[in-house]
């Protein structure tokens, strides 16, 4: 005989209730532990400053970061520490950047002929202007350092939004007197504009772009909060301006007061910068002049970016593992 149990409908409708919702907590469950080895980190930013020669110490801290395995998924930067980061962003390896430099390729094409002679020859830059002929202010125009560049980035990278990293470069409009960072266009034009020194580089014209560019590091040397508004979570800056005390001594070289008083502006720029990114890597760039081409010393500040970076790489790695979602 069988048994037949008549249940009322209320009691069938909580049953098939509960038959569905156990059904929704199984495949929920099978679909978490189908992504369980799923790791979510946090997304790095390296920011590089700018200093002339002395940014080339950005080239051994991505040399140390790459050793140390600690990933770089965006990278800004300002005046020469934007070439350095576009270039390694690029597609570039840090050997190679540092190739440029050693053997004086991307400095000589950056200063076409020594700074001491080109001065020499200043009052030759008043002649077109005799004529009617009036070029913007600066002693290099920067056409055979536009080719240098368009020469070392492969085709396929020579728009910033398609380059292996995200990237921007910052530069100053000197229209508006804001800052603005490129993350799209070409982008050799880009770091022209980025490290276009006032007063010894042109400003740059970019085609289909109303502004007018000079250096970044004017207002932004370490561009950490444009860091954090593409979405980085961690920001590593690396700062090459030089902090040291002088004595009176010091002053007594051409361009020396000038110099000084460079690096004084961009530490005061730089304060609220270093002190919201997470980690700042200060190389010892001291010795160093930001006006330089000597194999000797561009080797001698990337060593220094290297054992920066690698003393201060223990602390990053344990940031980075404690926000990490495995």
Aim: charged share 20%.
């Amino acid at each position: 005989m069988d048994l037949v149990v008549k249940l009322p409908w209320r009691s069938l409708f909580l049953l098939s209730a509960a038959s569905f919702l156990f059904a929704c907590f199984s495949l929920g469950f099978c679909s978490g532990a189908c992504h369980a080895d799923e790791i979510h980190r946090p997304k790095v930013a390296v920011v590089l400053s700018g200093g002339g020669m002395k940014a080339a110490a950005a080239i051994g801290v991505l040399k140390a970061l790459e050793e140390e395995e600690i990933p770089v998924d965006m990278i800004l930067g300002s005046s020469m520490g934007a070439v350095v980061g576009g270039l390694y962003a690029a597609g570039m390896t840090p050997e190679h950047i540092q190739e440029q430099f050693e053997k004086k390729k991307l400095m000589h094409a950056y200063l076409t002929i020594p700074l001491s002679l080109r001065i020499l020859v200043i009052p030759l830059f008043y002649t077109p202007r005799l004529v009617g002929i009036e070029p913007y202010d600066g002693l290099y125009r920067g056409k055979r350092f536009a080719d240098y560049l368009n020469k070392q980035i492969p085709e396929t990278q020579r728009s910033i939004e398609d380059l292996k990293v995200p990237f921007g470069a910052v530069a100053v409009n000197l229209l508006d007197g804001k800052v603005k960072v490129f993350t799209s266009g070409n982008l050799s034009t880009a770091l022209q504009a980025s490290c276009a020194i006032p007063a010894l580089r042109k400003p740059v014209k970019i085609k289909g772009d109303d502004g007018l560019y000079v250096d970044g590091s004017v207002l932004n040397n370490l561009p950490v909060k444009e860091a954090r508004k593409m979405g980085a979570d961690i920001v590593i800056a690396v700062d090459t301006t030089d902090r040291s005390e002088t004595k009176d001594s010091d002053y007594h070289k051409v361009g020396s007061v000038t110099a000084r008083v460079i690096n004084l502006h961009m530490a005061q720029v730089d304060r609220e910068s270093r002190n919201s990114a997470d980690f700042v890597i200060d190389p010892a760039v001291q010795s160093v002049p930001a006006v330089s081409t000597s194999p000797a010393q561009a080797r001698k500040l990337i060593e220094a970016g290297a054992k920066a970076a690698h003393q201060i790489a223990p602390a990053i790695k344990d940031c980075l593992e404690k926000h990490t979602v495995k």
